[in-house]
Each structure stands twice: as C-alpha cells, then as structure tokens.
C-alpha cells in the first residue's frame, strides 16, 4: 500500500509565505513525476507545479517566480515553497505522484489536501 501524506497548510497574510510538504511512504519501487495540484471553491482543480525524476520542473503561469518546487528522493518527499502568496492562491492544495510499487504497478497518487488561505 501507498500513501501520500501532506503538512504544511495553513492562514497567511497576503505577500506571507508558506512551504508545503508531502511524503510518499509504503511499498515503493519507484517515484517518477511528481506535482502540487490546487482547487479553489467552484472551480477546477488546476496544476500549480510539477518535477521530474530528474528534477526538471514545470510551473502554471500563475505561480512562476513565486512558487518553487523540489523533491528529496532519499525521504520520497517533495516541497513546495510558496512566496509573495496572494488572495487568489487561496485553495486546497493537493499533493499527487507517479509511483511504481513493489509489485512493479504504477499509477497516480493523491495526498488528501491541505488548505492554504491567503487573507489579511
């Protein structure tokens, strides 16, 4: 079994920063790509970053400049560095990773969310 298990949400105050973590745990052979999604109320949810296994990265529009991702393949985890965050990042975070197990099956995996408010 496989989990993704995400810290680091919480309330900032606009131009405040935050840095969201999600670890990978269980029967793991592998961890390819890996990704922060985000979803606002009433809308979709959208691809906030994303990293390769070779730590190539890709980032929405949105967040280029301020958000930095990053990953720890010793601890299977990866970070997201949230800066100079604004209103409109307010959203449920979502933490979501390629993973093979040991069974050599892969496939998506989603961390739970966690919420990150921006607001004076």
């Known amino acids: 079994q496989v989990q993704l298990v995400e810290s680091g949400g919480g309330l900032v105050q606009p131009g405040g920063s935050l840095r969201l973590s999600c670890a990978a745990s269980?029967?793991?052979?592998?961890?390819?790509?890996m990704g922060w999604y985000r979803q606002a109320p009433g809308k979709q949810r959208e691809l906030v970053a994303s990293?390769?296994?070779?730590?190539?990265?890709n980032y929405a529009d949105s967040v280029k400049g301020r958000f930095t991702i990053s990953r720890d393949n010793v601890q299977n985890t990866v970070y997201l560095q949230m800066n100079s965050l604004k209103p409109e990042d307010t959203a449920i975070y979502y933490c979501?990773?390629?993973?093979?197990?040991?069974?050599?099956?892969?496939?998506?995996?989603w961390g739970q969310g966690t919420q990150v408010t921006v607001s004076s």
């Open positions: 269980g029967s793991i052979f592998s961890i390819n790509a």
């Open positions: 990293i390769t296994s070779g730590e190539s990265t």
């Open positions: 979501n990773a390629r993973i093979t197990n040991i069974m050599r099956v892969s496939r998506n995996y």
